[in-house]
Every structure is written in structure tokens, then in C-alpha cells.
């Protein structure tokens, strides 16, 4: 089971950008669906994006906003995040998934085995 540590949460003012980062361990992560997911307070933990080695998958709220990648030779998978607004303040967490997800069953958080910690995003008004 992949350990996954989330970095690069931080404050910054609306329409700002941030890059948020995700280190798994263990296993080669290349076989794996890789996303995040994001929980603000009071609020389920809602998805916000997920690549596979072939495709990648956006909520609507993000689309041409965020974008997810990853970087193989460094076990990573980032969130480069523009255009900040204050409903995107959150915890954001990564996550894996065995196999290759579909764009339905991606947006469900119970079939991701491998959880991060999470990291704070806070965007200001």
C-alpha cells in the first residue's frame, strides 16, 4: 500500500495561483489512478481531479483552472492550481486507486485505497 504525503498548501489571495504536490512511496505508482480530493469544513470530501496513464478527469468547478500531472521519475503528482477563489479553500488530499479508473468511478471516494494526509488551501477575498 502506496504512503502518500501531501505539500504546498498555503494562503494566497483570490485569483492567485499554488501548486500543490504528492509524493507516493512504495510501489511503482505508474498502474495507479491517481487524484485529488478536496473537503471543506462542513462538507464531504468532494473530487477533484484524477489522471491514469492515459486520461485525465476535472470536476466542472475546475475545468481550465486546475491542473493535475505527474512526474515519474520523481514519484509525484501535482495540482497546479490558477485562478483561485475562496470556494476553492480547503483541505485538499490525494489519493490512489488500483487500476485505471473510469469517469464515473472516479468521482467515488470509496474506491481509492491510499490516502495523504492532506494540506491546507486557503484562498482570501
Known amino acids: 500500500q502506496a504512503q502518500l504525503v501531501e505539500s504546498g498548501g498555503g494562503l494566497v489571495q483570490a485569483g492567485g495561483s499554488l501548486r500543490i504536490s504528492c509524493a507516493p512511496s512504495?510501489?511503482?505508482?505508474?498502474?495507479?489512478?491517481l487524484a485529488w480530493f478536496r473537503q471543506a469544513p462542513g462538507k464531504e470530501r468532494e473530487f477533484v481531479a484524477a489522471?491514469?496513464?492515459?486520461?485525465?478527469f476535472y470536476t466542472d468547478s475546475v475545468k481550465g483552472r486546475f491542473t493535475i500531472s505527474r512526474e515519474n521519475a520523481t514519484n509525484s503528482v501535482y495540482l497546479q492550481m490558477n485562478i483561485l477563489k475562496p470556494e476553492d479553500t480547503a483541505v485538499y488530499y490525494c489519493a490512489t486507486m488500483d487500476g485505471h479508473c473510469t469517469r464515473v468511478s472516479c468521482r467515488d471516494r470509496r474506491l481509492y485505497r491510499s490516502w495523504g494526509q492532506g494540506t491546507q488551501v486557503t484562498v482570501s477575498s
Open positions: 512504495g510501489r511503482t505508482f505508474s498502474v495507479y489512478t
Open positions: 489522471m491514469t496513464p492515459r486520461t485525465t
